[in-house]
């Protein structure tokens, strides 16, 4: 089993840039494809961006593809979302889910294990 937890969350004003951080313990974080994921007030949550256990291979939603950017370092079991260009339809909770498995994963039944979920707000 693994336990992740989100941070870097905050409130920016649209135009803005955030960077994400999903720390990961428990078992070898390098046997993990990561996730993160969207859910607005009132809204399902949603698929962002995915990345396969050793981190040659992406995989992001149309909504922000050339804006977010996600990466990993598995020598300090950390995923990364770097958030460029925010708009203020970018406000949600944001998680950070891992599974089992080499390659990327976007849809949400795939991932086994999930963070707490860290808050952005993006202002006008």
């Known amino acids: 089993q693994v336990r992740l937890v989100e941070s870097g969350g905050g409130l920016v004003q649209a135009g803005g840039s955030l960077r994400l951080s999903c720390a990961a313990s428990g078992r070898t974080f390098s046997n993990y494809a990561t996730g993160w994921f969207r859910q607005a007030p009132g809204k399902e949550r949603e698929f962002l961006a995915t990345i396969n256990w050793s981190g040659d291979s992406t995989y992001y939603a149309d909504s922000v593809k050339g804006r977010f950017t996600i990466s990993r370092d598995n020598a300090e079991n950390t995923v990364y979302l770097q958030m460029n260009s925010l708009k203020t339809e970018d406000t949600g909770v944001y998680y950070c889910?891992?599974?089992?498995?080499?390659?990327?994963?976007?849809?949400?039944?795939?991932?086994?294990?999930w963070g707490q979920g860290t808050q952005v707000t993006v202002s006008s």
């Open positions: 889910a891992a599974v089992v498995r080499s390659g990327i994963a976007y849809s949400r039944g795939s991932y086994d294990y």
